[in-house]
């Protein structure tokens, strides 16, 4: 494996899976910095949903996803200077950032904007492809799972802890979809590349995790 000059921990997984958690954790307590991708791909999403641009309009999303003016600060997400995190976060845009991730120039539009985030002392940057994509050389590949219904049950209780009405039956035929589509698709599809290491949490607390992904990433540069 190449090892690049940064440390970059690299965390893939399907939706709901725990991995923002546990790769905004393993950030925090080695102080790198942090890419949370699919909060790219959701904004992306939410400004053509806002814009009137068709989610199935490639040039003109990656047009759009190209000059896009998002950024990240103290846990928000901000479109134009508007925070936006409730809305990115919905599940009307997650479905439409799955369906926009399809889209082969719209995910090149984005790649460079995802790297910019490399910086010292080091990255964790999470996602579905930035082991086999984005970052091709990381330090360490972890493919992060559960499985649909130990997912499914951690978003219902998340929702209901927040006060939003939820269906545990729904949710698990939602991430199913989204779990088929990003899987499925031709351009990076979600999948374990092969020098990943497979994590998997269904019996694993977050603090598990987050001591496991480090423990790798330790092992790994001693
Ligand atoms: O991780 P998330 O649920 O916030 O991601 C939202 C959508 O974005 C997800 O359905 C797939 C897509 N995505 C992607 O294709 N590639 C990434 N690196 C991150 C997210």
Known sequence: MILSLIPV?????????????????VAEQLKFHYLDSGAIYRVAALA???????LEDESALSRMAGKLDVSFKNGEIWLAGECVSMDARSEATGNAASKIA?????????LDFQRSFLGHPGLVADGRDMGSVVFPDATV????????EIRADRRYKQL??????ANLSRILQDLQQRDARDRE???????????????????LTITDAVNEVIGRYQALRA
């Open 9 to 25: 921990i690299a965390i893939d997984g399907p939706s709901a899976s725990g991995k923002g958690t546990v790769a905004a954790l």
């Open 48 to 54: 053509a949903l806002r814009t009137g641009i068709s």
């Open 102 to 110: 399809a889209l082969p120039k719209l995910r090149l539009a984005l």
């Open 141 to 148: 590949k972890i493919f992060l799972t559960a499985s649909a």
């Open 160 to 165: 209901i802890e927040k006060g939003i009405h």
């Open 185 to 203: 698709r031709s351009v990076a599809p979600l999948q374990k590349c092969a020098d990943a290491s497979l994590l998997d949490t269904d019996s």
